[in-house]
């Protein structure tokens, strides 16, 4: 058993660390209640700490490399730690948004550095069993994060979903600490970081995120908004002149001339999107107009959380597949389970969403451990540690923007059904108001004999908008599996066997760590 106790110090890390991307959804309206503020405003509360995670992944590996892996990981922990504790304690939502963001970047010291630390602690089958264990724990811990923030938020209050975290960050940091050894890599001696890098990817993506959030409230057209979009812009040509022009950019942008890279990415961006970005729409759907309490409205997700744990123990145990079969099917699944959710009314309830949450675990089962093994087979060996963080990067992001998109497509439907529907004055007000969780103060505040007619009204609103939320995440999911299925061409044998070169240690007819990813 001690041998397992670097996969257990690991994996309790990087199931915190993904569980805490969504494990806030369900608990957004309480915050938003306790703190005084707007749900619109608290949606950063999800948004930062994706973004934070996903800008920093491009840059910690190659900073893991020169100052040690092991140091990194407990430096992320340690941060993490302290962040959730401010997060527990925030007095506002400014003070939580921020403590939010700081803990998206020990997260991110976190998860940058699980692949090799795993693979330096296990060789041949251990090492099959290891990677595919980690897997597991990425697609549950997602997909967990609703119930558990249902639990802790009815039964407790809204901050132990962070107060929770620091039991567990000591036992991880203690048995970091006891054995885990540091991971053997490559000498980076005297390359420069590429810190502008990060920074303009960062400011490029965080723009375009609060850029689609204010034209929730402020329209397209609003200046600051249009200055947001500028703002990404200016940033995003920077970033490409930068890696462009960098001896060791943290992202090879002539790896997007092979179409099996782009359209890896690709999926990568659609996956978090398609799959996790709705649910937050759903819960406030459940929670504000059903009246369901946090609780319910998390057993209703549990389902995807169950089924894609048994998805990917089964893909662990009977795969690889080729991409084509398990990312390529697998987004195709997650496609027709929010299809086959786009069917609420008026009187839909919470069960309406149970069948397609399965079906679309099952997809996220089978994406999510084949993901980064197909990336590591499309490009050369020596591009691995930057390929690894490029998939966390853009899952990571396609939540973020999925988060803020959605909530355009939702406010947009639910004016729109408002103004032709219901006749009501200021449609677009109202639209706002609901989307910020307000349902159950706008029908209270109305004489008794109109509360009936608003509250079918909303109903038949809320249903709409999450109608096309859904259809458009369907849509993300098609449109991704159908470009893995065109582009993603992998060597014959390296996906089943790893890269080639990857790692020489295992005997043939033993799993490589690349190919459990």
Known sequence: MRRWWPLTAICLGT?????DVTIVIVALPAMAADLRTDL???EWVVDVYALALASLLLGVGSRADRIGRRKVYLTGLAVFTAASAVCGLAPDAGVLIGARAVQGMGAAGMFGTTIALLGSHYRGRERGIAFAVWGATNSVAAAAGPMVGGLLTQYLD?????FVNLPLCLIATVTTWRFVGEAKGRPRGGQRADVLGVVTFTVASGSLTFGLIRAHSDGWSAPFTLGLFAAAGVALALFV???RGHEEPVLDLSLFRSPSFTGIMVSALFLQGAAFAHLLYESLWMQSVLGYEPVEAGLFILPMCASAFAASALAGRFGPWPPQVS??????????????QAGLDAGSSGTSLVAGLVVAGVGVGLVTPSLAAAALATVPPERGGMVGGAVNTFRQLGFALGVAVFGLIFQSRVERVLATDGGIPDPHGTAAALSGGQAGPIVAGLPEGDRAAMTELVREAFASGLNAVLLVSAALGAVASLLVVATVRVPAGSFEHGRPGADPSPRDGEPRADAAL
């Open 15 to 19: 199931f915190m660390l993904l569980l």
């Open 40 to 42: 619109s405003d608290v």
């Open 241 to 243: 002149l930068v890696e």
């Open 158 to 162: 809204w901050r132990w979903i962070f």
């Open 327 to 340: 990312i390529g099917g697998g987004l195709a699944l997650i496609a027709l389970g929010s299809g086959m």
